[in-house]
């Protein structure tokens, strides 16, 4: 199994900034890609960003120009910068990472979550 760790959510006013953190752990061979995603109350989960270990992003046209998405292929780890937050960023926000694990023969695949961090941006 692959376990992620999220780390960094927080309350916020309009217009701060926040950083979040993941760590996966586990017989990891190969993580591609790695990202974020949300979920608002009464919403379904929906992508923010991801990151391939190529340095491919992909991200919500909601929060382009506003966060940034950034890894460290060798610690297994994703960060996102978030600026300039609005109320409607306010959600959990769920690390993602799918990849291959490193037992042999079989090289499973993995989609693993984080457990959720809360952001909370006021108005």
């Known amino acids: 199994q692959v376990q992620l760790v999220e780390s960094g959510g927080g309350l916020v006013q309009t217009g701060g900034s926040l950083r979040l953190s993941c760590a996966a752990s586990?017989?990891?061979?190969?993580?591609?890609?790695m990202g974020w995603y949300r979920q608002a109350p009464g919403k379904q989960r929906e992508l923010v960003a991801t990151l391939t270990s190529g340095g491919i992003t992909n991200y919500a046209d909601s929060v382009k120009g506003r966060f940034t998405i950034s890894r460290d292929n060798a610690k297994n780890t994703v960060s996102l910068q978030m600026v300039n937050l609005k109320p409607e960023d306010t959600a959990i926000y769920y690390c993602?990472?799918?990849?291959?694990?490193?037992?042999?023969?079989?090289?499973?695949?993995?989609?693993?979550w984080g457990q959720g961090t809360q952001v909370t941006v006021s108005s």
């Open positions: 993602n990472a799918r990849g291959r694990m490193s037992d042999w023969p079989s090289r499973r695949t993995f989609d693993s």
């Open positions: 586990g017989r990891i061979l190969s993580i591609d890609p």
